[in-house]
């Protein structure tokens, strides 16, 4: 059994070096670390229980497939374990895996120990879009926020989890290992074209978000573009954090792109005279370039690109349209989230 490095988290957010410092601890990039095992009231909690409530009680998926996760330890309080989890939907199809569902986020156990026997009695996970900082300090000792806050980073604490369900995903499915490493997408039922492209390389995922802006000023059809089943779309938490979802034949219709949050609705088309775009692939913008998590956390593992437009003649960033396309992990990459960010709402 490795032996585990524990601390009390003191109130004091400065305290988050502990994590880090503790002689013996694993950080969250360590790749031995995965799925490591807790100890409650001298009980060992195994890893897969833990995976499988998780996959249970919060997880979903899309396309009949069996949702799986794997987590990479935060710290723990007594019987609250906090963990960072990456969960997917992985199918296996032609001899390939295919991607369904999938989350990323940060989750709290709790845990009851009775007659010897370690039961989980609940998990918690943080809120979306303006209450998820606040829900963190809330569910999470400070001992664990410069790791979660940390998501989107080098030093993201899901580095490696998404590696690890597919290696497992294809021992399960009996494929060769190399399946693990070779992310592919079902064409809508027929056989899948193995493609000798990187996955999710830059000029990939840039031309598809390109391709979804020029549809929503009107200047490409919707055949033009890729769109998984289902997509959300999602308003910053400065704007309200409202978010809807829908299904892909309703989004046909560009008017059919917008959101209510709050008192307000927002539309995805760009305004008239938005004629000159920038993209950048793996950020989001609203006046300026930035991270992804910090917005919307659940999504900052998936490949994503920020997309700007504005007139020729910007005076001001206030003049921006942004909105940062999400895509599923696929070579050819579909549209499973949008995020419109208006840096003056």
Known sequence: MRKHCRTRAPRDVLATIVLFACMGCQTPQDADSINNPFT???VRVEPDSLNAYLAAHRGFTSRGGEMRCAYRPLGQERNRLFVWAICSELLAIDGHLIDGSGMSLPAAFEIEVESGNPRIVGVEVPEDGNRYAPSIRRIFPASTWRAIFSHGSRHEPAAGLYGQLR????????????AASEPRRQDRGK????????????????????RVVEFLRGKASFDQIELSDTVTLYVTPEGGGGHATFARKTLRNQAAWRVKSGANVFSFVPPAGMTRLTTKVGRHFNCNEELLAPKVPRLAHLPHVGTR?????TRSCLQTWNVTFVFDSSVRPRVVAAIYDQWEW
């Open 167 to 178: 290696v497992e995903a294809a021992a399960r499915f009996r494929l060769p290992p190399a």
């Open 191 to 210: 056989p899948i074209t193995v493609r000798r492209e990187a996955p999710h390389s830059g000029p990939t995922l840039d031309s598809a978000a390109r």
């Open 40 to 42: 409650v009231s001298g």
């Open 309 to 313: 437009l504005q007139p020729e003649n």
